[in-house]
């Protein structure tokens, strides 16, 4: 193995430190536009500088850097506690923070839990985190690859591992096995990974400490107060749930649910992926002659309420309910995959039994779709057309079936601690 860093990657890191120093005034300026459709983007800055006051050293340092991440970490955290652990968790947006501080409030109460921004990209911004906290190890969860944050990572001794890692496809041939990319992910102590086929990428640009763990989103807690209230709730028609909708996906689903609703008497549950989308979209749907019900006008906040006779959308104009709306569903289409960015999450559905339709960019979801796809609980069409007669013809997989898939692949969370525990006694 060559040396690392390389000359190469060594002269590419303080080209790159420079561009962020000098770009620090335009990262303030993104965050304080992002300000202002969500005020806390503009909460707490100092963190973002690596000023935290008062810390907890020795915690276990995991990195979650929105909400998605966080929810995937959500076992592994309850694991991580119940051994006794204290954790921080960074993140960069205000929609994970807002989560993790509800999810545990409690034990952030307790002193066992800090939750802060990840500082920016430079080396004395990292500093201050690890005067602060001191971590024992890192756990940076899915795919993200901070050069700085690596870099700094193993100047402070800090362990740092990549958990619940994937590499998916397109950024695999991309970098390719000589890539700075690929050079930078030398920089892990290890990395957690989520299948066989993973692993053997990982180990291709030179990771050398690699453990198959699994998915942890196959253990994430199912909110049974939501499940309780979405079914409580479903009507006697057709329902379906088009979870975590993105831009440049919605006059193609509008077209869909008129598609649907033409032939079939189907309520569709309508859930962008970000909030700042909600009033442009539920606009979009009204404008296309669909009538919609908006879950902020007709539900209060402990889901209670009634939908409105003969409504074509129910509107999800919420975070943090996903297991309320799929709840209310007799298929699932999951969001992302009629773009170029990629299919999002389809665990959370099949945890509820239900089937899951998605787009055919499904590079970023490799692993389960691929294994989900070959057990007939999840499916990809290639366009809103097809996705339309998919539909239509409601060719569904029993629930038996998705039992039989989920239960094949639960556990992440177990083999995960050991995983850990075997990197770090390397």
Request: aromatic share 10%; net charge positive.
């Amino acid at each position: 193995m060559a040396r690392f860093p390389s000359l190469k990657l060594r002269l590419a890191l303080v080209v790159y430190g420079v561009i962020w120093a000098l770009g620090l005034p335009f990262a303030l300026f993104y965050l304080l536009r992002r300000g202002r459709k969500d005020a806390d983007y503009n909460t707490h800055i100092a963190e973002r500088f690596g000023r935290y006051g008062t810390g907890i050293p020795g915690a276990v340092w995991v990195h979650a850097v929105s909400l998605g991440e966080f929810r995937s970490a959500v076992p592994l955290i309850h694991a991580l506690l119940g051994q006794g652990e204290r954790v921080v968790i960074t993140h960069f947006t205000p929609a994970g923070r807002r989560e993790s501080t509800r999810v545990l409030a409690d034990q952030i109460a307790e002193g066992l839990v800090r939750v802060v921004w990840v500082p920016f990209e430079l080396g004395a911004c990292f500093n201050g985190f690890f005067r602060a906290f001191a971590p024992k190890y890192g756990l940076v969860m899915e795919i993200e690859i901070w050069p700085r944050m690596i870099m700094a990572a193993r100047g402070a001794g800090v362990p740092l591992f990549m958990c619940n890692a994937q590499y998916p496809s397109k950024s695999y041939a991309r970098d390719g096995q000589t890539g700075l990319r690929a050079q930078v992910m030398r920089g892990f102590a290890g990395a957690l990974v989520k299948s066989d086929l993973q692993a053997r990428r990982f180990a291709s640009v030179g990771v050398e400490a690699i453990k198959v763990t699994g998915e942890l989103r196959f253990d994430q807690p199912i909110p049974a107060l939501q499940v309780a209230a979405g079914a409580a709730l479903k009507p006697a028609r057709d329902v379906v749930v088009i979870a975590s909708a993105i831009e440049g996906e919605d006059g193609g689903f509008i077209s869909t649910i008129k598609a649907v609703c033409a032939v079939r008497d189907t309520l569709f549950v309508y859930v962008p992926r970000r909030p700042e989308r909600f009033d442009a979209v539920a606009a979009a749907i009204a404008g296309a002659g669909l009538t919609l019900a908006r879950r902020s006008e007709v539900l209060d906040q402990n889901l209670s309420g009634s939908l409105p006779e003969g409504i074509d959308v129910f509107f999800g104009d919420s975070l943090g309910e996903m297991y309320f709306y799929l709840a209310m569903a007799d298929r699932v289409i999951v969001g992302g995959g009629f773009s170029p960015k990629g299919a999002h999450n389809i665990i959370e559905p099949l945890a509820l039994k239900k089937p899951v339709l998605v787009g055919p960019e499904t590079w970023t979801i490799e692993y389960p779709f691929v294994e989900a796809d070959a057990a007939g609980v999840a499916r990809s069409v290639p366009d809103f057309e097809a996705l339309a007669a998919a539909l239509i013809a409601r060719d569904d997989p029993t629930p038996a079936a998705i039992d039989a898939f989920f239960a094949a692949h639960a556990g992440a969370t177990l083999r995960t601690l050991a995983g850990i525990e075997a990197l770090l006694r390397r």
